[in-house]
T-cell receptor, first 111, second 113 residues
Framework: EAQVTQNPRYLITVTGKKLTVTCSQN?????MSWYRQDPGLGLRQIYY???????DKGDVPEGYKVSRKEKRNFPLILESPSPNQTSLYFC??????????FGNGTRLTVT | GDSVTQMEGPVTLSEEAFLTINCTYT??????LFWYVQYPGEGLQLLLK???ADDKGSNKGFEATYRKETTSFHLEKGSVQVSDSAVYFC????????????WGAGTKLIIKP
């Protein structure tokens, strides 16, 4: 089954404790992206990747890192999480003009 | 720059009511337009799309027509069901890009039996 898999679904952590949210897709998609969703703000893009070893900043990249060492994986790294990064995070992937495929989300709480 | 504006929610309707969720956009050139839906606890999924002026996208009883003259892409459904309760996002794809989307803020729809 074609899917984008994010882990974990829920994560509660403390300020400053490094964390990684994993994202994997099994559709051989070139494009992958991370978004955060906050009430009243819709989806805001954090980082995206057009292909392996190619990553670019989105609208709100501060405080986040990504890597794209393999086509299927696109982890989101928070080196020193802060409470303002409490949010619902989505990974998505796509290929040439096709619709975005989204994961089921990761709800992160930073205390 | 390009932008998408959706009506604020939540929108609360009774079952079998007529639904309209407004979406207007600002863009250079002729973007493609999309409606995505997010059911509770899930990621977004494409509901429908239109790629040029006067195109009508349709799916699951929902429709939206790409109106260039009013820069709008309003979502409509003739008779909503409880299962339509979700958050609906309007989006446009930036010209000359196969991937980059500009998103509206989302409209939460609540259907009461």
């Amino acid at each position: 089954e074609a899917q984008v898999t994010q882990n974990p679904r829920y994560l509660i952590t403390v300020t400053g404790k490094k964390l990684t949210v994993t994202c994997s897709q099994n559709m051989n998609h070139e494009y992958m992206s991370w978004y955060r969703q906050d009430p009243g703000l819709g989806l805001r893009q954090i980082y995206y990747s057009m292909n392996v070893e190619v990553t670019d900043k989105g609208d709100v990249p501060e405080g986040y890192k990504v890597s794209r060492k393999e086509k299927r994986n696109f982890p989101l790294i928070l080196e020193s999480p802060s409470p303002n990064q409490t949010s619902l995070y989505f990974c998505a992937s796509s290929v040439n003009n096709s619709p975005l495929h989204f994961g089921n989300g990761t709800r992160l709480t930073v205390t | 720059g390009d932008s998408v504006t959706q009506m604020e929610g939540p929108v609360t309707l009774s079952e079998e009511a007529f639904l309209t969720i407004n979406c207007t956009y600002t863009a250079t050139g002729y973007p493609s337009l999309f409606w995505y839906v997010q059911y509770p606890g899930e990621g977004l999924q494409l509901l429908l799309k239109a790629t040029k002026a006067d195109d009508k996208g349709s799916n699951k009883g929902f429709e939206a027509t790409y109106r260039k003259e009013t820069t709008s892409f309003h979502l409509e459904k003739g008779s909503v069901q409880v299962s339509d309760s979700a958050v609906y996002f309007c989006a446009l794809r930036v010209m000359d890009s196969n991937y980059q989307l500009i998103w509206g803020a989302g409209t939460k729809l609540i259907i009461k039996p």
